[in-house]
Structure formats: structure tokens, C-alpha cells
């Protein structure tokens, strides 16, 4: 099973676009979709707004597809899992590119700025390798050094 996942709020371009990938049989595998508060309703994949049990599912995908946030990008670290991770442009200040520029520079992973360029990504997906830091145990605290200095800069 491939899982996307928007989190808690919304991000209708990504559902729309992997519906639509999902229509032209794009996917090898059935799609889940969490569409959270999102207004687009797949019609070709299987979707819950929430769902209690989103982290074992993920842990049984064979990828994620995620937005980029904080959250679903650590559990998608944390699970050794294969994903792609998808810029909400639409996000305050455009933070989540911001976010992912960094954390890439500690981890090697598949990430892309736009819900457009998803197919084309499909064949880069892989799990989150580290790119010399300590590792995945880590991550809270890369995460934590980030807010710090970002919350710093903007000031």
C-alpha cells in the first residue's frame, strides 16, 4: 500500500495531483490517502480525513508520500520507510522549503518543491539515510538546533 499524507491541515494541490496519478494507474499499489481538513476529495484513491492508526499504517507502506511537515517528516525518518516529502507552498513564509533545505543537508532523502513534479519523483523514493551526522537518533536535536537559529535569524 502507498500512503499519502497531509497532516493535519489541508493541502489540496498534492491530493489532486496524486488522484490524478492514481487515475491513470500511475501507482502499482492501492494509494491511502489522509486528506486532513483538505477540500479535494480523491475519487480514485481510498481516503480518511484522520486516522488514529496512521502510524502503523505507515510503518506497513511500501511509500509515503508526505507533506512537509515537521511531524510526519521526523515519524517518516523514523521509520525507515521509503518517501517522498512534498513542499506546501502555500504554508506561512514558504517554511517548509525552508525546512527541507536544511534537513537535507542532514540526511539524504527524496523531497520536491512542487505537487506537479511528483511522477517524475516516484523513482527517486528511498528512506532517509544520514549524510555523516550522528544518525536518525538525532534528529530531534537537528531539528531542535534548526528552530533555534532560525527563530535567531528572523528576529
Given at each position: 500500500m502507498?500512503l499519502l499524507?497531509?497532516?493535519?491541515?489541508?493541502f489540496?494541490d498534492?491530493?489532486?495531483?496524486?488522484?490524478r496519478?492514481?487515475?491513470?494507474?500511475?501507482f502499482?499499489e492501492?494509494?491511502?490517502?489522509?486528506i486532513g481538513l483538505?477540500?479535494?476529495?480523491?475519487r480514485h484513491m481510498?481516503?480518511v480525513?484522520?486516522?488514529?492508526?496512521?502510524?502503523?499504517?505507515?510503518?506497513?507502506a511500501?511509500?509515503?508520500i508526505?507533506h512537509a511537515?515537521t511531524g510526519?517528516?521526523?515519524?517518516?525518518?523514523?521509520?525507515?520507510c521509503?518517501?517522498i516529502?512534498v513542499v506546501?507552498?502555500?504554508k506561512?513564509g514558504?517554511?517548509?522549503l525552508?525546512?527541507l533545505?536544511?534537513?537535507?543537508?542532514l540526511?539524504d532523502?527524496?523531497?520536491?518543491?512542487s505537487?506537479r513534479?511528483l511522477?517524475?519523483a516516484?523513482p527517486h523514493?528511498?528512506?532517509?539515510?544520514?549524510?555523516?551526522?550522528p544518525g536518525?537518533?538525532?534528529l530531534a536535536e537537528?531539528?531542535?538546533?534548526?528552530?533555534a537559529?532560525?527563530?535567531?535569524s528572523?528576529?
Open positions: 502507498i499524507t497531509v497532516g493535519t491541515q489541508f489540496d498534492l491530493i489532486g495531483e496524486a488522484d496519478l492514481a487515475g491513470e494507474g500511475i502499482t492501492p494509494v491511502l490517502a489522509q483538505s477540500k479535494t476529495k480523491p481510498r481516503h480525513a484522520f486516522d488514529p492508526h496512521l502510524l502503523d499504517k505507515a510503518a506497513k511500501s511509500l509515503i508526505t511537515g510526519s517528516l521526523c515519524e517518516c525518518i523514523s521509520i525507515g521509503p518517501f516529502a506546501n507552498d502555500t506561512a514558504n517554511h517548509q525552508e525546512f533545505q536544511h534537513l537535507s543537508s540526511y532523502f527524496c523531497w520536491i518543491d505537487p513534479k511522477r517524475e516516484l523514493a528511498r528512506p532517509a539515510t544520514s549524510l555523516g551526522s536518525v537518533s538525532r537537528n531539528i531542535a538546533e534548526y528552530l537559529s532560525a527563530a535567531t528572523h528576529v
